[in-house]
Nanobody, 122 residues
Framework: QVQLVESGGGLVQPGGSLRLSCTASGRIFRFGAMGWFRQAPGKEREFVAG????????SYADSVKGRVTISRDNAKNTIYLQMNSLTPGDTAVYYC???????????????WGQGTQVTVSS
């Protein structure tokens, strides 16, 4: 079993920044990548960013490229999502994800966190 615990969501004004964190525990040797997805009301869950534990290769959705940085701390089994220049379009529940391989497809994710709300509003 793997547990993913997110933190760092909240309310931020347009143009602001937030950093999300996700710490993994349990049988973490089973997966090779972690990442972030998000889901806005009435929309499907979509990929935001992902990173491989080994080597640190990262991948980003086009909608966030240049505004978002994903990073990892192997010693702490934690990944981070630094989000800058936020817009109301970034409002969603953000989910931490763990998978065997780096993937942008929700159906290929093995474990999900509980989600953390990010609201961008003035």
């Amino acid at each position: 079993q793997v547990q993913l615990v997110e933190s760092g969501g909240g309310l931020v004004q347009p143009g602001g920044s937030l950093r999300l964190s996700c710490t993994a525990s349990g049988r973490i040797f089973r997966f090779g990548a972690m990442g972030w997805f998000r889901q806005a009301p009435g929309k499907e869950r979509e990929f935001v960013a992902g990173i491989r534990w080994s080597g640190g290769y990262a991948s980003y959705a086009d909608s966030v490229k240049g505004r978002v940085t994903i990073s990892r701390d192997n010693a702490k089994n934690t990944i981070y999502l630094q989000m800058n220049s936020l817009t109301p379009g970034d409002t969603a529940v953000y989910y931490c994800a763990a998978a065997t391989v780096l993937t942008s497809r929700p159906e290929e994710v093995d474990y999900w966190g509980q989600g953390t709300q990010v609201t961008v509003s003035s």
